[in-house]
C-alpha cells in the first residue's frame, strides 16, 4: 500500500508559478515511475508530465513542456512539479500517481493516486 499526499497548490495569477509536492507513504516509492495529472471541471483527467524511478527520463504534455518540470528525490520519497508561466487553462485539480511499472502517460498504468490538490490561475 502507497499513500500519496498532493500539497502546494493554490491561487495564483497568470504568469506566475507554483510548486507541488507529492509525499509518498507507506512504501518507499524509489523503484516506482511517477507522474501528474489534472482535471478542470467538465472536462477528462489528462496527463501533465512523468518520470521514471531513477528520474532519469521524464515524458510532458505538449501543453506544458518548456513549463513545467517534474523531478524526483527518492531519498525524501517525494516528487514534485515546478510550474512556471501558469496560464488560466492550467486552473484544474492536480493528481498525483505512482505506477509499479514505467512512467506511462496512461491513467491505467498507475496503481496509486493522491487525493488531489487545487491549483487556480486568475488571467
Known amino acids: 500500500q502507497v499513500q500519496l499526499v498532493e500539497s502546494g497548490g493554490g491561487l495564483v495569477q497568470a504568469g506566475g508559478s507554483l510548486r507541488l509536492s507529492c509525499a509518498a507513504s507507506g512504501r518507499t516509492v524509489s523503484n516506482y515511475g511517477m507522474g501528474w495529472f489534472r482535471q478542470a471541471p467538465g472536462k477528462e483527467r489528462e496527463f501533465v508530465a512523468a518520470i521514471s524511478w531513477s528520474g532519469g527520463s521524464t515524458n510532458y504534455a505538449d501543453s506544458v513542456k518548456g513549463r513545467f518540470t517534474i523531478s524526483r528525490d527518492n531519498a525524501k520519497n517525494t516528487v514534485y512539479l515546478q510550474m512556471n508561466s501558469l496560464k488560466p487553462e492550467d486552473t484544474a485539480v492536480y493528481y498525483c500517481?505512482?505506477?509499479?511499472?514505467?512512467?506511462?502517460?496512461?491513467?491505467?498504468?498507475?496503481?496509486?493516486w493522491g487525493q488531489g490538490t487545487q491549483v487556480t490561475v486568475s488571467s
Open positions: 500517481a505512482a505506477a509499479r511499472s514505467g512512467y506511462s502517460s496512461r491513467e491505467s498504468r498507475y496503481d496509486y
